[in-house]
């Protein structure tokens, strides 16, 4: 589901200027960077704008977002999206649930989600993926048994990496194809990012108090669009903006689906345990 990539992004440092097409290794992506913290997230979601043929009279729900691990254990994503829609005279909930865990080393990622509408599993895509030979190979355990190949992607924190890496060198644009299990597990997709960038807190921030210690911290403006393939001549499929702090927290979220569009405001923020990688 588009709903998610907002976190699951995935970075390599030569994407950055151009389309990459070459990848430095997992192994140096994860030397090359840390500072990633490990952290819970709450949005309050609503809806900003609605085309008239969406027919969506309301849109409103919530975001968790639990980000846990290390460069040396591995990563593990534990994400929730709810909402419940009006449409006409009917209002449905519907509910992602999604868990990955992404050994940047080892170029290995793991997913698996569900969807439900109104308490009624819809869907249900469990897999592996791994980077094998400059290519992604893909083994899907549901809905059904089946094993693809994809062009050479990168997985969602290698990307947060790139992200924070080209934010922090003052670099502004980059693309880049992304995997992260989303949809039915079995295609990547294209992306272009554009940093910002760094500003202050604005008066009126909607949501930076509820940063914490962050409050009063720099972000980036971040803007990724998402394309299904890698002629970026049109319009994406999906965009998102949002303001990005160095240790990877994300908040005040715009994510944009051409019909409609939701906003997405910081709430809660509780910091996780941090896991120390031996030095060698």
Not at 144 to 154: A, G, H, I, N
Not at 155 to 177: C, D, N, V, Y
Not at 212 to 226: D, F, M, Q, R, S
């Amino acid at each position: 589901m588009a709903m998610k990539r907002i976190f699951l992004l995935a970075l390599n440092a030569t994407a950055l200027g151009g389309m990459a097409t070459t990848t430095m290794t997992s192994a140096a992506a994860a030397q090359g960077l840390s500072g990633l913290v490990p952290h819970r997230a709450v949005y309050n979601l609503e809806l900003k704008d609605a085309a008239e043929k969406a027919g969506i009279k309301s849109m409103y729900g919530r975001m968790v977002y639990e980000f846990s691990g290390s460069a040396c254990e591995g990563y593990k994503v534990n994400f929730r999206f709810v909402t419940e829609t009006e449409v006409g005279e009917e209002k449905r909930v519907s509910d992602q649930r999604s868990t990955t865990f992404e050994d940047v080393l080892g170029e290995r990622f793991e997913f698996e989600s569900q969807s439900y509408t109104d308490d009624r599993l819809d869907k249900q895509v469990q897999g592996l993926a791994e980077d094998r030979d400059g290519k992604v190979t893909v083994d899907l355990t549901a809905p059904d048994e089946k094993q693809v190949e994809l062009q050479p992607s990168r997985f969602p924190t290698e990307h947060m990496l790139e992200l924070i890496k080209a934010a922090r060198s003052g670099k502004h644009f980059f693309e880049a194809r992304m995997f992260d299990g989303s949809d039915n597990g079995d295609k990547s997709v294209y992306t272009t990012t554009v940093v910002g960038s760094p500003t202050d807190v604005q008066p009126g921030d909607p949501d930076a108090s509820a940063a914490g210690k962050l409050k009063n911290e720099k972000t980036w403006p971040v803007t990724i669009a998402y394309f299904n393939d890698e002629k970026a001549d049109g319009l994406p499929t999906y965009s998102m903006s949002f303001k990005l702090y160095d240790n990877g927290v994300s908040r005040d979220l715009t994510m944009d689906y051409g019909d409609f569009a939701l906003s997405g405001r910081l709430v809660k923020l509780d910091f996780l345990p941090e896991t120390k990688c031996p030095v060698q």
